[in-house]
């Protein structure tokens, strides 16, 4: 039995979509905390339990069973995420699952400016103590946050950022789809491994691509963390937010997004989305 939890958001809704396309309805699990969201795996016959992080005792019922299970790192910024997590394989541990698959990212550490990679860190530092077998998806960062990250760059000709460095950009399409393919590969992977797209351009290349796709100039100002902070508070942005895209810049800046791994292309069979893909729409 493969359980996944989180199945109602974006990334491991679509794993699940991938998964049913290789293995019956009744071989698959979701967790959901809302059961009514995920009426359609229901409809097509994956069992349904409801449960949260925050619900040990829910938790543990609902991945009894599972020879793999799926966790979906937590999204909620005002929750402490590592305990969530240090709840969920509690859990785990507690019903006896096969191993653990965690949705983490590339650059997890425990000194990132990014917050998110901390989290991620401390929970591989979790599944490493908690004595179950283990992967952790180390995916690059998805390459639609460019949407936001890049500013309105169609309007302005200029891609405005507080610093610059490469970043393996990886369409979350492509990362779903590679979790899928691990999760059928009966325990081929264990521990880290890291899923991103072949190349990892800094923001100038990025800028460059973006004039090839509008066919027009389009430039990089890299206008330093102050002003770029000012400029997102003259917006309308709350500053927490604010400070927290900040953070992947820095990551950016330190290097912490720059490397590459042929592994996705490899589960894929194809070459991975680029970054041009996605500036193409």
């Known amino acids: 039995m493969i359980t996944v939890t989180g199945a109602t958001g974006a990334l491991n809704g679509a794993t699940v979509d991938h998964l ?36 040990p005792a829910a938790m543990r019922a609902a991945f009894e069973g599972a020879d793999q299970l799926l966790l979906v790192s937590s999204n909620d910024r ?5 305990a969530l997590h240090r709840s969920a394989l509690d859990a785990a541990v507690g019903a006896g699952v096969g191993r653990v698959l965690y949705t983490s990212h590339q650059g ?25 077998p283990w992967t952790s998806l180390r995916n690059g960062f998805y390459a639609h946050s460019l949407d936001w990250l890049t500013g309105p760059w169609r309007e302005t000709g200029v891609v405005t950022v507080p610093a610059d460095g490469p970043v393996s950009w990886t369409a979350r399409e492509d990362a779903v789809e590679a979790a899928a393919a691990v999760l059928l590969s009966a325990g081929r992977f264990d521990g880290p491994v890291t899923l991103t797209a072949t190349a ?15 066919g027009r100039p389009v430039g990089l100002a890299v206008v330093g963390e102050e002003a770029w902070l000012d400029a997102q508070r003259a917006a309308g942005q709350p500053d927490p937010v604010a400070q927290f895209t900040l953070g992947i810049y820095r990551a950016a800046a330190q290097g912490l997004f720059t ?8 589960l894929l069979g194809r070459e991975p989305r680029t970054v041009r893909d996605q500036l193409a729409g």
Do not use: I, K, N, W
């Not at 698959?28 to 619900?55: I, K, N, S």
């Open 20 to 55: 049913l396309q290789h293995v019956p309805a009744s071989e698959l699990t979701v967790v959901v905390r809302d059961p009514a969201r995920a009426q359609r795996f229901a409809d097509l016959g994956v069992a349904v339990r409801r449960a949260g992080y925050d619900d």
């Open 78 to 82: 005002g929750a402490d995420a590592v």
């Open 108 to 132: 997890a550490h425990a000194d990132s400016p990014f917050a998110p990679a901390r989290v991620h860190r401390a929970t591989e530092d979790l599944l490493a103590a908690s004595g179950l």
């Open 200 to 214: 990892a351009p800094t923001f100038a290349e990025v800028a460059d691509q973006a004039a090839e796709v509008a």
């Open 259 to 266: 490397g590459t791994d042929p592994l996705l292309a490899e």
